[in-house]
């Protein structure tokens, strides 16, 4: 899981770093809030389908897959019918008149989401890692090559726009070819539906206050940066966030299912489990703390100077990652012990710091204590799911402590170290790029 995932963010960089000398900040700043929408309705509107097909014992027979294939497709096409219609009423309230024909064009993308082969899911229930992987490849690599093909022909936030559209609907065509060709069709069963839904109220709410918890920085600075820093924001997030989707990813496709799978046998595998997550998170923190101290001058190698204000924000950003990882990893346990409830009040105390401490911040024009909001709203949320992890033994407070010492130990030393050598800024050379944030 971890290399193909590794060659995965890899890639994704390098097209970053290309669709950054060919497009303006300004585009990546509109593309954030695009982006923000669209993972916001389909959030908001997550009812687990997924999660039940993963964790149901009747997740692989013919008929609950049908039924769960149903209400995606009717989901999907819920939710395009309800850009269409919102898109003038969104356009008007960020005064982005560029916005709305973005949202008509991009409207479809969530039908076409639904239409997806219910065998992803399959995928995920039996741990078939190597082939969700193969999956994920492709469906990269033609994003990818798409949206750098039209950036370079384009050259305007379009390119973007179009290349989302056309990688969806590969991915869903392939999506049947590596689910063996095997096509679903329409079908109703009151008790499968049921079983999902009851599962999916929790799955509900969670998502939606998980969104809440996870977007409201990119459509707040949206709303009140220039869309030039936005868009460096935007792109500081990309890099930042690539640690915690892999943790994210470990959660959902290897700790959830297997810690569905042990049922009864849960408390007498916690002690080993919790061996397996302080070892696994070890390697981690090393990692986290190397990419906090070299961080910033990749930025400077990698981008030209209107991206440059972005080697101050990751380091900080990546702090916060750190406790993202943890919840990740408290979250996905939870979750397969069948307690959803953990994960939605985890990321509501993560909104609720940001909701106060983000206006509060910026109130000042500091976009500094913006950055010291989100690390402490991440951390906020680490704690919550923490508390209900203990109960369940796969956790204690004490080693993700140690842990996160050692985060800002390594990355202390190898800033230090790194930076005395000339290889990296150092730190008195990190702190004044602060000053890049105000142009």
Not at 132 to 145: E, G, H, M, P
Not at 230 to 238: K, W
Not at 278 to 303: C, H, K, P
């Given at each position: 899981m971890i290399v193909p995932f590794g060659l995965q963010q890899i890639i994704r960089l390098a097209t970053q770093i290309v669709l950054a000398r060919l497009l303006a900040p300004e585009m990546f700043g509109l593309m954030l809030l695009v982006n923000a929408l669209r993972t916001g309705v389909e959030l908001l509107s997550d009812i687990g389908i997924g999660q039940s097909v993963v964790r149901s014992p009747n997740g692989d027979a013919r008929d609950f897959l049908r039924v769960a294939w149903t209400l995606q497709v009717l989901r999907g096409a819920l939710l395009s019918i309800t850009v269409f219609a919102l898109a003038w009423p969104i356009a008007s309230l960020y005064d982005q008149p560029d916005l709305l024909p973005i949202l008509f064009v991009i409207s479809p993308i969530?039908?076409?989401?639904?239409?997806?082969?219910?065998?992803?899911?399959?995928?995920?229930?039996?741990?078939?890692?190597?082939?969700?992987?193969?999956?994920?490849?492709?469906?990269?690599?033609?994003?990818?090559?798409?949206?750098?093909?039209?950036?370079?022909?384009?050259?305007?936030?379009?390119?973007?726009?179009?290349?989302?559209?056309?990688?969806?609907?590969?991915?869903?065509?392939?999506?049947?070819?590596?689910?063996?060709?095997?096509?679903?069709?329409?079908?109703?069963?009151?008790?499968?539906?049921?079983?999902?839904?009851?599962?999916?109220?929790?799955?509900?709410?969670?998502?939606?206050?998980?969104?809440?918890?996870?977007?409201?920085?990119?459509?707040?600075?949206?709303?009140?940066?220039?869309?030039?820093?936005?868009?460096?924001?935007?792109?500081?997030?990309?890099?930042?966030?690539?640690?915690?989707?892999?943790?994210?990813?470990?959660?959902?496709?290897?700790?959830?299912?297997?810690?569905?799978?042990?049922?009864?046998?849960?408390?007498?595998?916690?002690?080993?489990?919790?061996?397996?997550?302080?070892?696994?998170?070890?390697?981690?923190?090393?990692?986290?703390?190397?990419?906090?101290?070299?961080?910033?001058?990749?930025?400077?190698?990698?981008?030209?100077?209107?991206?440059?204000?972005?080697?101050?924000?990751?380091?900080?950003?990546?702090?916060?990652?750190?406790?993202?990882?943890?919840?990740?990893?408290?979250?996905?346990?939870?979750?397969?012990c069948g307690r959803p409830a953990p994960g939605a009040w985890s990321n509501g105390a993560k909104f609720a710091v940001m909701l106060v401490g983000l206006p509060f911040a910026l109130a000042s024009g500091s976009m500094v204590e913006a950055l010291a909001v989100l690390v402490l709203a991440e951390a906020v949320r680490w704690l919550v799911l923490t508390w209900s992890s203990h109960d369940e033994g796969f956790a204690r407070l004490s080693d993700d402590i140690y842990l996160t010492v050692g985060v800002l130990a390594v990355a202390i030393i190898a800033k230090l170290l790194l930076g005395s050598a000339g290889v990296v800024p150092t730190p008195a050379e990190w702190w004044h790029s602060r000053s890049l944030l105000h142009g």
């Open positions: 969530f039908l076409i989401s639904g239409l997806l082969s219910p065998s992803l899911f399959t995928m995920q229930r039996h741990l078939m890692l190597k082939r969700r992987a193969a999956y994920d490849f492709a469906s990269l690599i033609f994003q990818c090559v798409c949206t750098i093909a039209l950036a370079a022909v384009m050259q305007s936030v379009w390119a973007l726009v179009w290349g989302l559209l056309l990688s969806t609907i590969f991915t869903t065509v392939l999506s049947y070819a590596f689910g063996g060709g095997k096509y679903s069709r329409l079908a109703w069963s009151r008790q499968h539906a049921t079983e999902i839904l009851h599962f999916g109220k929790w799955i509900f709410l969670s998502t939606a206050i998980y969104y809440a918890a996870t977007s409201f920085d990119r459509m707040y600075f949206v709303g009140v940066l220039s869309l030039a820093l936005a868009g460096v924001f935007g792109v500081a997030r990309t890099f930042s966030d690539m640690l915690g989707a892999l943790a994210q990813r470990a959660g959902s496709y290897l700790v959830f299912p297997k810690i569905a799978a042990l049922r009864e046998r849960r408390s007498q595998a916690a002690p080993r489990l919790r061996i397996a997550r302080r070892n696994t998170l070890a390697l981690v923190a090393v990692v986290t703390g190397i990419g906090m101290a070299v961080s910033d001058e990749f930025i400077f190698i990698a981008y030209d100077a209107r991206y440059h204000a972005a080697a101050f924000i990751i380091p900080v950003l990546l702090f916060g990652v750190w406790f993202s990882i943890l919840s990740s990893f408290a979250d996905a346990m939870l979750m397969g």
